[in-house]
């Protein structure tokens, strides 16, 4: 099954840049979301189709897929940032949803 | 406003079986396929099934942890999707969240409910 790969944890300090990797294989050949979700909260969409945003998501967030890996990026990152980011695809081969590991942000 | 409620979940034990439903509202239920997705407390989020758009014949997709236990299906004239969990084990418990793909060919979940926890334990 296709797997993956994000790092466990990341820190920031505010107004930083974050940038959180999504490893896969050949993942470029394929469209990736990203969502971001809060403690005690659903799973909000900020980034769709590697690097579209959702209407009310802010300019700060971007995102980019090449390779074998996928990027959300943050800008001037603020402390409502901090949050739990996943990034998820289609895979067609299996006709299954999945979604990357997971990395916690710190805003410091 | 598009609004997704998920209700049923509880404690129950080993071997047990459950029924989860999902309430739609505030769009054209019918037209879009619709998906659980669970979170084991502390971890991250696992896609369980899929079901399609009634727009033809409805087909559904399972991740493999829980192929032939758990059955998805969905009421259009209610505006409802559910989630049958039999044979349930301790690596089921988890937070079970129905979610709204967004239509078409999309492939991301663009509508979220708020989740129902399932609490498998002897």
């Known amino acids: 099954s296709y797997v993956l790969t994000q790092p466990p944890s990341m820190s920031v300090a505010p107004g930083k840049t974050a940038r959180i990797t999504c490893g896969g294989n050949?993942?470029?050949?394929?469209?990736v979301h990203w969502y971001q979700q809060k403690p005690g909260q659903a799973p909000v969409l900020v980034i769709s189709?590697?690097?579209d945003r959702p209407s009310g998501i802010p300019e700060r967030f971007s995102g980019s897929n090449s390779g074998n890996t996928a990027a959300l990026t943050i800008s001037r990152v603020e402390a409502g940032d901090e949050a739990d980011y996943y990034c998820q695809v289609w895979d067609s081969s299996s006709d299954h949803f999945v979604f990357g590991t997971g990395t916690k942000v710190t805003v410091l | 406003e598009v609004q997704l409620v998920e209700t049923g979940g509880g404690l129950v034990k080993p071997g047990g079986s459950l029924r989860l439903s999902c309430t739609t509202s505030?769009?054209?239920?019918?037209?879009?396929?619709m998906n659980w997705v669970r979170q084991a407390p502390g971890k991250g989020l696992e896609w369980v099934s899929f079901?399609?758009?009634?727009?033809?014949?409805?087909?559904?997709f399972y991740a493999d942890s829980v192929k032939g236990r758990f059955t998805t299906s969905r009421d259009n004239a209610k505006n409802a999707l559910y989630l049958q969990l039999n044979s349930l084990r301790d690596e089921d418990t988890a937070v079970y969240y129905c979610a709204r793909v967004c239509g078409g060919d999309c492939q991301n979940f663009d509508y979220w409910g708020q989740g129902t926890l399932v609490t498998v334990s002897s």
């Open positions: 189709y590697d690097s």
């Open positions: 050949n993942i470029g050949s394929k469209s």
């Open positions: 079901i399609s758009s009634s727009s033809g014949i409805s087909y559904m």
């Open positions: 505030g769009f054209t239920f019918s037209s879009y396929g």
